[in-house]
């Protein structure tokens, strides 16, 4: 895939939401703005792990980060795919995690 550096525009402020986030890094011309998108899209993904790591009922801080980057709907879409996680439900997700316990337990 070839892609044009052709946005020459610096990075003020926070980018609205992933999309914006990936296309100044497949665009930006200037480093400095690669290395901003780059940071703002490791705090969007900081955000969206750290609802998994910490105990229900204190995720509020994470889902504030989270509403700087992503629109309703995706928060909506990551609170729904938790859920199934918790409840076992998720199937693509029991399937990933019992196929790495397999493979540490030398298994597969």
């Known amino acids: 895939m070839t892609v044009k550096y052709d946005d020459d525009t ?12 990936v296309s100044a890094i497949r665009h930006k011309t200037n480093g400095k703005d690669v290395r901003e998108s780059v940071a703002q899209l490791g705090e ?24 700087k980057y992503a629109t309703q709907e995706e928060v909506k879409q990551l609170d ?3 859920k199934r996680i918790i409840i076992g439900t998720d199937h693509e997700t029991i399937k990933l995690v019992v196929r790495e316990i397999l493979k540490e337990e030398g298994v597969i």
């Open 44 to 67: 969007l993904l900081v955000g969206m792990i750290s609802i998994l790591d910490v105990p229900t009922g204190s995720n509020d801080d994470y889902k504030e980060d989270i509403k």
């Open 10 to 21: 610096p990075i003020s402020g926070r980018l609205r939401n992933a999309k914006e986030i």
């Open 80 to 82: 729904a795919k938790i």
